[in-house]
């Protein structure tokens, strides 16, 4: 028997999911998570020899959904150089009742979106209310999203951007000034960063982007772009003073060089994590206890964020005629 697909652009993504629901999502599939509702293997990497090219491997699933989701990521550092995305991927839904394959969903802008979302809703939960400053290291397509993702949930005045390529962080600065009719300032001295409320970064770096003694008292922070053991943004001294919330306990302890480095070094220990963010989502523990208290949310990915936003996607995009339809 002929079975059918649909496949969804860039474009379809952009149009089908918007931050509100993304953010929804994240909340509901953290929830999942923590709860203990989701099969979420660990993913598979392959390191390409010789560079710092990888490739992700993150299958999933979600049985409130009944959707069986598998994405395919590859991480390419290099390509901004070459005006090419560093990250580009794709997910693929099955129905989990009967295995049919249902969509191919272009990962590239769901990840961007999901990722954004991810911290606005930690920033939801765990930013002072009265935060109006935001400062970004990494002036990529994912420092848009966690832009816009902060603007989503907090009520910014000014944005300082702060990138080694200043003409992409000009060009950004631009982008949120017409966009959003936010202040939006390309920063060069490191001392601007103790006027941030709340700090994103999206950076690959393997060395901390900021130190410690710069930063504000409570001050939230969103660590998203560090995914490797031998990558971290966040000093040693930051992580054992802050209230550490992850998105995901045994990832983050298998990946995320801001926890592992700091536990080799014998300076920070996994006992200080406090939270995954599930926990804080599912009302099982509290968040901010102070203005003054530093909070950090550390992500490296899960996949069900991905399948909690592209089953948005496949929804709304059916309702709204978006896609294309290939035939198996």
Request: hydrophobic content about 45%; glycine content about 6%; proline content about 4%.
């Amino acid at each position: 028997m002929n079975s059918t697909l649909k496949f969804f652009s860039a474009q379809d993504v952009h149009k089908a999911l918007s931050m509100q629901e993304a953010i929804r999502a994240m909340a509901s599939a953290f929830t999942q998570l923590s709860g203990q509702r989701t099969v979420t293997p660990l993913r598979s990497s392959i390191e390409i020899p010789g560079s710092e090219n990888s490739a992700l491997f993150m299958p999933v699933y979600l049985p409130g959904s009944r959707k069986i989701a598998v994405k395919t990521v590859t991480v390419f550092p290099g390509n901004t150089q070459r005006k090419q995305p560093a990250i580009q991927a794709l997910i693929t839904l099955f129905d989990a009742q009967n295995g049919q394959p249902l969509a191919v969903v272009d990962g590239t802008a769901l990840t961007a979106i999901r990722t954004g979302a991810a911290s606005g809703l930690a920033t939801e939960l765990l930013a002072r209310t009265d935060a109006q400053v935001l400062a970004l290291f990494g002036a990529g397509v994912q420092g848009g999203w966690q832009i816009e993702a902060v603007l989503s949930v907090r009520s910014i005045q000014k944005v300082l951007i702060f990138d080694p390529d200043k003409q992409r962080a000009q060009t950004l600065a631009e982008h949120i000034v017409e966009r959003y009719d936010v202040k939006t300032i390309v920063s060069i001295n490191s001392a601007e960063l103790r006027e941030a409320d709340i700090i994103c970064t999206a950076t690959t770096s393997q060395a901390p982007v900021f130190k410690d003694a710069d930063l504000k008292p409570g001050v939230h922070i969103n660590a998203v772009g560090a995914f490797r053991p031998d990558m971290r943004e966040i000093p040693a001294l930051t992580m054992q003073r802050a209230l550490v919330v992850v998105d995901e306990r045994r990832a983050c302890l298998k990946e995320a060089g801001e926890l592992i480095i700091p536990i080799n070094q014998g300076v920070f220990v996994a006992q200080h994590i406090y939270a995954e963010i599930g926990d804080l989502t599912a009302g099982r523990v509290k968040g901010r206890e102070n203005n003054a208290q530093i909070t950090l949310f550390k992500s490296v990915g899960n996949a069900v964020q991905d399948l909690a936003a592209a089953e948005i996607v496949l929804q709304n995009g059916l309702k709204m005629n978006l896609g294309q339809t290939v035939q198996m």
